[in-house]
């Protein structure tokens, strides 16, 4: 037993689990929530115009999770040593107790969806409020996040060009710099999925092709539809939006967690889809013949919302 607790001890902390934030502070209280969000500072002075800022959102199926995840704290250190201020937060989760979860459903979960993003909204406008505090560019603020996390950040930047009530929440005339999803959706009411006023923020996709979890393609009935990154991909290409999606064959709904594993990826869109605001379209399958699928990487939702989610 004492052997197993030092090698446990010693991943927990090459992942970093007892790094920790330069700044923790509440950014709003909603519901008797008190939410938080963790500030990660690059080492560096500041450029004249401000660190950019990448905020991530973490997953849990909107009933569970943490903003500091052991395995994530690594990846935001690496990321503020790349010069990124990096912004972990808080969300309420809206599943939280539900037992089911399909088609059926779709108002609980857009409920959960509209909690999620209404509180990104907010940390979104409490950073834009203290960007000469944190040494933040408010034009060139990134939103991430996995499973449920990319799901609130792909509806974030849908709902603000489709004029979403909201929307609000945000200072006005604000866009966000770039998207970057890991395994995630967009719930419509309006079939496929269309940007009112033509102009998503470049979006980087991560999809599993597997995922049973948040779907690749699509769960839709009638105008009601829940549409995974492959689905989404097309509206970008046939109208000229930029993105990159690297399609992930065989994999399932593990991609959730593949932020410290794309940094240089993130670098490199960071570096020419935001900064130099290329009108780059790239399409990608990534493949691995010894790739052997992880079990709960192939989990369903009736696995996930069960008697067992409190």
Same mark, same amino acid.
């Not at 995840?69 to 790349?82: G, H, N, S, T, Y």
């Not at 470049?202 to 779907?215: A, C, I, K, Q």
């Given at each position: 037993?004492?052997? +197993?607790?030092?090698?446990?001890?010693?991943?927990?902390?090459?992942?970093?689990? @007892?790094?920790?934030?330069?700044?923790?502070?509440?950014?709003?209280?909603?519901?008797?929530?008190?939410?938080?969000?963790?500030?990660?500072?690059?080492?560096?002075?500041?450029?004249?115009? $401000?660190?950019?800022?990448?905020?991530?959102?973490? #997953?849990?199926?909107?009933?569970?999770?943490?903003?500091? !995840?052991?395995?994530?704290?690594?990846?935001?250190?690496?990321?503020?040593?790349? /010069?990124?201020?990096?912004?972990?937060?808080?969300?309420?989760?809206? +599943?939280? $107790?539900?037992? =089911?979860?399909?088609?059926?459903?779709?108002?609980?979960?857009?409920?959960? &969806?509209?909690?999620?993003? !209404?509180? +990104?909204?907010?940390?979104?406008?409490?950073?834009?409020?203290?960007?000469?505090?944190?040494? &933040?560019?408010? =034009?060139?603020?990134?939103?991430? /996040?996995?499973?449920? /996390?990319?799901?609130?950040?792909?509806?974030?930047?849908? @709902?603000?060009? =489709?004029?979403?009530?909201?929307?609000?929440?945000?200072?006005?005339?604000?866009?966000?710099?770039?998207? &970057?999803?890991?395994?995630?959706?967009?719930?419509?009411?309006? #079939?496929?999925?269309?940007?009112?006023?033509?102009?998503?923020?470049?979006?980087?996709?991560?999809?599993?092709?597997?995922?049973?979890?948040?779907?690749?393609?699509?769960?839709?009935?009638?105008?009601? $539809?829940? *549409?995974?990154?492959?689905?989404?991909?097309?509206? *970008?290409?046939?109208?000229?939006?930029?993105?990159?999606?690297?399609?992930?064959?065989?994999? #399932?709904?593990?991609?959730?967690? /593949?932020?410290?594993?794309?940094?240089?990826? &993130?670098?490199?869109?960071?570096?020419? @889809?935001?900064?130099?605001?290329?009108?780059?379209?790239?399409?990608?399958? @990534?493949?691995?013949?010894?790739?052997?699928?992880?079990?709960? $990487?192939?989990?369903?939702?009736?696995?996930?919302?069960?008697?067992?989610?409190?």
């Amino acid at each position: 037993m004492k052997k +197993l607790f030092f090698i446990v001890f010693a991943v927990l902390l090459s992942m970093g689990l @007892w790094a920790q934030a330069d700044y923790t502070e509440e950014f709003a209280v909603k519901d008797t929530n008190h939410l938080l969000l963790d500030v990660y500072m690059p080492s560096v002075a500041p450029p004249d115009t $401000g660190f950019p800022c990448f905020m991530y959102v973490f #997953g849990g199926g909107f009933i569970g999770g943490r903003r500091d !995840e052991p395995m994530m704290v690594k990846a935001f250190d690496q990321l503020a040593e790349r /010069g990124y201020v990096v912004v972990a937060i808080d969300y309420r989760l809206g +599943l939280k $107790g539900v037992k =089911n979860m399909g088609i059926s459903m779709v108002n609980t979960l857009e409920y959960a &969806i509209c909690l999620a993003v !209404e509180d +990104l909204y907010s940390a979104t406008s409490y950073l834009c409020k203290h960007a000469n505090r944190f040494h &933040i560019n408010p =034009n060139e603020i990134i939103i991430s /996040g996995g499973s449920a /996390g990319a799901i609130t950040v792909l509806q974030a930047d849908y @709902w603000l060009h =489709n004029q979403h009530e909201t929307t609000k929440l945000l200072p006005a005339n604000f866009r966000y710099a770039a998207v &970057i999803s890991y395994a995630g959706a967009i719930l419509s009411r309006h #079939g496929k999925v269309k940007y009112a006023d033509g102009n998503p923020a470049p979006t980087l996709f991560y999809h599993g092709t597997e995922d049973r979890l948040v779907n690749y393609n699509q769960i839709a009935f009638a105008n009601i $539809g829940f *549409f995974g990154s492959n689905k989404i991909v097309p509206q *970008f290409e046939k109208f000229g939006y930029p993105y990159r999606i690297k399609r992930m064959k065989n994999y #399932g709904h593990e991609v959730a967690v /593949g932020l410290p594993f794309t940094l240089d990826e &993130i670098d490199e869109f960071y570096r020419d @889809w935001v900064k130099a605001k290329h009108k780059y379209q790239v399409d990608e399958t @990534w493949y691995d013949p010894d790739y052997k699928p992880i079990e709960w $990487g192939r989990t369903k939702p009736s696995g996930l919302y069960n008697k067992d989610n409190k």
